[in-house]
């Protein structure tokens, strides 16, 4: 089982490397360098809001501030484009979380319900702010990224691969969080945190922390992101439309589970660019995206991955007393308790 | 001085407008547990209906709101029966996610019927003002003001004096006692979401008037009215009316004191301070444990 | 670690799945690719490339935009195409984003092959459009993105036909000053959104009112995302300046009007950047063009008398295929229509359609356009284009300065309100 699992993945993970080689129309590999970098944006936001379930729908401060840090890097430090802004953005993802520190502190006082208005009003703040102090953002003139000199058909490939880079860490960091105990209290706060923090959990500082992590993350998009276009204006990098299509394909995919974010992000990102370009009907593109979202919460409310997951197991169980799944559990739940630990909830 | 008194009179009467549309956002919160992000749509939906009446049937604006709100009763008795009732669980989360992706479609049928271009609602009285103390007033702000008074009493009465308001009430406080007692819950929502979505019918057709809108405008109103309920206290009538009138003219003020850019800047900040000493707003519940 | 096993399968199918569905998509069209270039023969169409804003901030600018291109398509057509073959428009939708636009030219350069790409709506949009293009070497001309902004991201193949957006109101503060001192204005108020087309208009016009004398007493400027104009016309309102210049679109130059009427605020002279020259779309919310009366507008050059190349034709022409009056022809039918004038002479001239020979032939010879003459410097700009003053008078919105082009005298000042 294990052979076949690890064999699977590694080969799923060699064609997402072969991509742009086999792929190399521009065109494709725009829409996955979008899609990769919603991923990463998504999963980053899962780390937070759907492991402690406190749903924020301010990441696109941490887009923006992701993305005027490094266009103000670039032009403080006279960077010329092309290798060297990727190597910018681990610092771009600090400054995020520098960003999120204060402003964490300050949301999280605040109850669940209440929490997501905050961050409704963070972020309406750091557009305004971005409108108004045109002696660091130039306002609504917008600022320019440096242009890479790569000719058009290698063009997409560097991003390509910062961005599932940064994808790949972002879902490892996930994977970590999710297995280790910093994870559980995450979880415990999520299912109930007057419990938790009865229990001794640091609710405080582990939603600190993991609004820091996510954060990092969704600086770096928004970085990569507007390097990839070019131009950077106060409208499109603090933009609703960003929270809210990142809150909905975590939803979609399952928000809280580990792959869920990435599932839904890989399935509504290709899609919405495909259907924003291709619909020249005024209008027929947001009825269908909007049908089709209706169409999947209605019937699938967990998101994909759990009810996935759900019939799977279900599936498993009908086949037999016996089954392979049990089998399997057995010996991995002697293999836990040899270590000496207690597995928490998946 | 007659700059602030300007503002504070302008503020009260757009307020009481923002009243409407956001009393409706609250009571379907506090009956149904749902945020409905498409009521900013809605508004619109009710905007446009009125622009319709009026392009094409030549039907006044004002005696056209005897066929947009009884238009968007049934509309959201609707979409209650087709869309909100399916979700089970986690009725808040998920609901912010249906909603919006109604919203989404009803917003693509709009761009589609009308096109994005900006229009507004026209009559003769619209541009006619009243002067008073120094500047003058606009008729329309002075009829949406008589209309929320209105209709907010009438709800006021519904909500306070009628069997109906009774039920509602005990709904939003504990929907499973209020069962056991024999008060047809479900019956109740439907009805309580249409009622909210009436009074974006009404809440529309002044808002129509007094701004140019397309589709797209509605994503600046649900904002105003998700921070409005928030800070009156989710589920509480009276904060919501409470909620919009502060926010207008204290908007307002800020508006013609300082400068209308930081306005909405130190408007969302203080709502941040509020809500970090009062989160439940002006008159809301704390949240007790959910067993 | 059960639950592990199960997820990562899922992962890894689904995932799987994915990848193979994009890979799909992405045979599915170079398919379509080959079929298309497989056939490149004299008679083909050539394909001309742009992308719309359909939906998004900018739509109602992308319907004149794309009805200008179509209308250009349709004459040329009906003369026989250009260089003897029929002309095929690929417009896409861009959602009035950057990162649309971006994957749209994506897609019609390297998904769709078009022969030439023309220009989306908008400044915000422009240099990413252009970015795209240059990449591949396409010429990108466009009417629209005029910020200054825009010219000096060091790209030599965007070519603007338009006036740059400084110099919009520069006739206007001209002919203010030019005023008897009696006459003259002694204090303005100036009102625009934080916008790269807007912004350096008003301040361009604003240095040259102010060194000529006339005081500002207003200067705000407030976020595109604006939705309730109110408290900003009540700024100026309470300013009682003489003289009024307002950074608009559309929307924005209504809720003015409205509120100046309302509050029977009667200003010597109203400018708005744009509005007032968007036809019915304007006339109509603000109670009829009566109520236009006096107001001016700038013009990049267009209007329903000029004398300019084509222009009888292209009013001719539109009134067939969209009706209406030559009231409702919008000025981004008019930029989108002069682009393809351009488009249609260099190509002639150079009898070719590759970018690269395009692109040295626009830098160097001059064009003439509905818009009037063309001609592009090093960064793009239109160097020849004059900005004309217009008025609403009696129903009509005419030029009125500079004196040669103008139809009647500004009418100054402003009548009241009716």
């Given at each position: 089982m294990k052979i076949i699992r690890t064999f699977g993945l590694l080969a799923v993970l060699a064609l997402l490397l072969a991509f742009p080689l086999l792929f190399g129309d521009p065109a494709v590999t725009t829409i996955a360098i979008f899609t990769l970098l919603f991923a990463g944006a998504t999963v980053a936001w899962n780390i937070f809001s759907g492991y402690?379930?406190?749903?924020?729908?301010?990441s696109a401060v941490f887009y923006g501030v992701g993305g005027y840090a490094l266009a103000l890097l670039c032009k403080a430090w006279n960077i010329q484009g092309g290798y060297m802004p990727f190597l910018l953005l681990p610092l771009v993802g600090l400054i995020a979380s520098a960003f999120a520190i204060p402003l964490g502190w300050i949301a999280l006082r605040s109850s669940r319900h209440v929490f997501v208005v905050i961050t409704i009003a963070m972020f309406y703040i750091f557009q305004l702010l971005a409108f108004n102090l045109p002696g660091i953002t130039n306002g609504s003139d917008g600022m320019f990224l440096p242009s890479p000199p790569w000719d058009a058909a290698f063009f997409n490939t560097p991003f390509y691969y910062v961005s599932l880079i940064v994808l790949l860490l972002c879902f490892f960091v996930s994977w970590w969080v999710r297995n280790s105990k910093y994870g559980l209290g995450l979880l415990a706060i999520r299912d109930d945190e007057e419990r938790a923090l009865s229990l001794g959990v640091k609710t405080g500082a582990y939603k600190l922390v993991a609004f820091a992590i996510s954060a990092f993350f969704i600086g770096m998009v928004g970085a990569l992101v507007n390097y990839f276009i070019g131009s950077l204006y106060p409208a499109f990098a603090f933009s609703p439309a960003f929270d809210i299509t990142v809150a909905l394909m975590a939803f979609l995919g399952g928000?809280?589970?580990?792959v869920g974010p990435l599932v839904g992000a890989l399935l509504l990102a290709p899609l919405q660019q495909y259907l924003t370009v291709q619909?020249?009907?005024?209008g027929l593109d947001l009825i269908l995206f909007g049908s089709l979202l209706l169409a999947v919460i209605l019937l699938l409310p967990e998101g994909i991955v759990p009810s996935l997951r759900k019939t799977w197991t279900r599936w498993k169980a009908s086949r037999?007393?016996?089954?392979p799944v049990a089998g399997s559990r057995e010996k991995e739940e002697k293999a836990l308790l040899a270590k000496g630990g207690r597995e928490g909830n998946g | 001085m007659t700059l602030i008194i300007e503002a504070v009179v302008l503020g009260i009467l757009t307020g009481s407008v923002y009243a409407l549309m956001a009393s409706g956002l609250t009571l379907v919160f506090g009956v149904?547990?749902?945020?409905?992000?498409a009521q900013g749509i809605l508004v619109i939906v009710g905007a446009y209906l009125s622009y319709t009446l009026e392009k094409?049937?030549?039907?006044d604006i004002i005696l056209g709101l005897l066929v947009t709100i009884p238009a968007l009763f049934l509309l959201g008795i609707g979409i209650e029966w087709a869309f909100?009732?399916?979700?089970?669980?986690?009725r808040v989360m998920i609901s912010i996610l249906v909603t919006f992706a109604v919203a989404l479609v009803i917003e693509g049928l709009l761009n589609f019927i009308f096109t994005p271009n900006y229009v507004q609602l026209t009559a003769p009285y619209i541009d006619a003002a009243l002067p008073v103390f120094g500047f003058y007033l606009p008729y329309i702000y002075l009829f949406g003001f008589l209309l929320s008074v209105v209709v907010l009493t009438l709800l006021y009465f519904l909500v306070y004096r009628t069997k109906f308001g009774f039920g509602l009430r005990a709904s939003m406080q504990d929907r499973t006692a209020a069962a056991l007692i024999g008060i047809d819950v479900e019956r109740v929502q439907t009805v309580t979401f249409g009622i909210g979505v009436a009074l974006a019918a009404a809440g529309g057709m002044v808002f129509g008037a007094t701004n140019p809108f397309n589709a797209a405008t509605s994503y600046d109103l649900i904002s105003r009215l998700l921070v409005i309920i928030v800070l009156g206290g989710m589920g509480s009538l009276r904060g919501a009316l409470f909620a919009s009138l502060a926010m207008l003219v204290i908007s307002d003020i800020i508006d013609v004191v300082w400068s209308p850019v930081w306005a909405n800047v130190i408007f969302f900040a203080l709502l941040i301070v509020l809500l970090l000493f009062?989160?439940?707003?002006?008159?809301g519940r704390l949240e007790g444990r959910k067993q | 670690m059960v639950r592990s096993t199960a997820t990562f399968r899922k992962f890894f199918s689904l995932s799987g799945i994915i990848v193979l569905l994009l890979a799909a998509l992405a045979a599915c069209s170079t398919q379509q690719n080959n079929a298309n270039s497989n056939?490149?023969?004299?008679?083909?169409p050539i394909l001309i490339g742009a992308s719309i804003?359909?939906?998004?901030?900018?739509s109602a600018d992308g319907k004149p935009t794309r009805e200008g291109y179509e209308l250009w398509a349709d004459t040329i057509n009906k003369q026989g195409g250009l260089l003897g073959r029929q002309v095929k428009l690929d417009l896409v939708n861009d959602n009035s984003t950057p990162a649309g636009v971006t994957t749209a030219y994506q897609k019609l350069i390297?998904?769709?092959?078009?022969?030439l790409t023309v220009g989306p709506f908008a400044d915000l949009t422009a240099v990413a459009a252009a970015r795209v293009a240059h990449r591949s070497g396409y010429a990108l001309i466009e009417?629209?993105?005029?910020?200054?902004?825009?010219?000096?991201?060091?790209?030599?193949?965007i070519f603007s036909v338009s006036l740059s957006a400084k110099n919009y109101l520069v006739s206007f503060a001209e002919y203010i000053l030019s005023l008897p001192a009696a006459q003259r204005p002694k204090t303005a108020a100036y009102s625009t959104q934080q916008d790269p087309f807007l912004g350096p208009q008003l301040d361009e016009a604003r240095s040259l009112l102010e060194n000529g004398g006339v005081k500002t007493v207003l200067n705000q400027q407030y976020p595109v995302?604006?939705?309730?104009y109110t408290p900003y016309a009540q700024k100026v309102v309470a300013s009682g300046a003489d003289l009024v210049l307002l950074g608009t679109f559309t929307p924005d130059s209504v809720a003015y009007v409205k509120a100046f009427k309302q509050q029977h605020y009667n200003p010597k002279a109203i400018i708005a950047?744009?509005?007032?020259?968007q036809g019915d779309q304007f006339t109509g919310p603000i109670g009829g063009t009566k109520v236009a009366e006096g107001i001016f507008v700038p013009n990049g050059g267009w209007y329903a008398?000029?004398?300019?190349?084509g222009n009888t034709q292209f009013q001719k022409d539109y009134i067939a295929k969209y009706?209406?009056?030559?009231?409702?022809?919008?000025s981004d039918t008019v930029q989108a229509y002069s682009v393809g004038q351009v488009l249609t002479q260099a190509v002639t001239k150079i009898h070719s359609i590759d970018n690269a020979k395009l692109i040295q032939e626009l830098h160097s010879d001059s064009f003439d356009t509905l818009q009037g003459p063309v001609k592009f410097a090093?960064?793009?700009?239109?160097?020849?284009a004059v900005a004309f003053l217009f008025q609403w008078q009696n129903g009509n919105l005419i030029p009125v300065y500079p004196q040669n082009n103008a139809q009647a005298n500004p009418e100054y000042p402003k009548r009241t309100w009716p």
């Open positions: 402690t379930g406190y749903i924020s729908l301010g928000v809280g589970t580990l619909l020249q009907i005024v037999g007393v016996r089954s | 149904l547990d749902i945020i409905n992000i094409y049937f030549h039907i909100m009732r399916r979700i089970k669980r986690d009062r989160p439940q707003g002006f008159f | 056939t490149t023969t004299q008679s083909s804003a359909n939906s998004g901030d900018f390297n998904v769709d092959h078009v022969d009417g629209s993105g005029t910020a200054v902004a825009v010219f000096q991201q060091g790209l030599d193949n995302e604006t939705s309730d950047a744009s509005g007032p020259d008398d000029i004398n300019t190349f009706g209406g009056s030559t009231a409702d022809i919008s090093a960064d793009g700009q239109n160097t020849t």
